[in-house]
């Protein structure tokens, strides 16, 4: 019986662990559309959090079933209807909900949102996927009008697993500049490429890539492991500040995003490149070029000032 229950244990870990493989494969190019990177999840975060800790969730309800990965929806129900939350964090472009039964792992899509509101104003809330009624009143809601994002529902293998799967996090103490110039070295590909890559670095997306590329001066088609070592310095400094402040600004908004509360983020109001092709470069005036090439994506660059 327990040798059956480890062989349980290990297939439902190797299970997980494919899951979170293809979650972390960068999506085909048909599919690239904004994403909440990492000061927008951030914000979500920090708005729900508080409202969470110590409390348990009641009543579940999900209205879609095509947001799940790798669960299905009578384990998704059953595993938080009871469940209470102990710790409520940010891990690459998610947001994770750690209760005593498992972790809810919510990767919002480009029209996602998640948000406590009181039970009278849930009432109003259109387009919710998810709702999880919480122990003295209020409700946990994730919204998708489009339903692009995903939630997992993680076990101890699958949440080890998923964490050993993402590099490091570019806002915590740990990342230096020696740890990027080591995440730069191991590869051939472009620059951006490598920044937006979760495996080897968690958050950053194409927004903040071509934000901190531009302030660092640095060409996002040269190949990763032939950026200098000054350079890589410049993009740390650059790319940690830049970072923060699109978090203390919550967010950038270019077209659905929202915070919890409603509102729009900010930084938008900071981009120097993202969006901005034809436009003058705000450095030296030249007009600023917008290409495919480099990943798929539009991204946008000064040719003079970028090398």
Known sequence: MER???????????RELGLLARCLLPPCPSSFLFVPELPEVETFVRDIKPKLLGRSFLEVRLSHDDVLRGVSRRSLVSGLRGARVAEVFRRAKHAVIVTDRGRLVVQPGMTGSLAVRSLRAARN??????RVRLERGDEL?????RRLGTLLWLGPLG?????RSLGPEPLEP????????RILARSRAS??????DQRALAGVGNIYAQEALFAAGIDPSKPAREVSPSAV??????????????????GTTVRDYRTGSGDRGRFQFELEVYGRQGEPCLRCGASL??????????TVFCHRCQR
């Open 289 to 298: 070029t917008a290409t495919h090439e480099i990943d798929g994506r539009v």
């Open 4 to 14: 059956s229950k480890a062989h349980r244990s290990r297939d439902s870990g190797a």
């Open 159 to 163: 949440w080890e697993a998923y964490d």
């Open 141 to 145: 809601i994730y919204r998708d009008p």
């Open 174 to 181: 740990g990342f230096s500049p020696a740890g990027l110039r």
């Open 125 to 130: 809330a259109d387009y919710a996927v998810l």
């Open 191 to 196: 620059v951006k490429k490598v920044l937006m």
């Open 233 to 250: 310095r410049r993009l740390h400094h650059r790319l940690v500040r830049i970072l923060r402040a699109a978090v203390a600004a919550q």
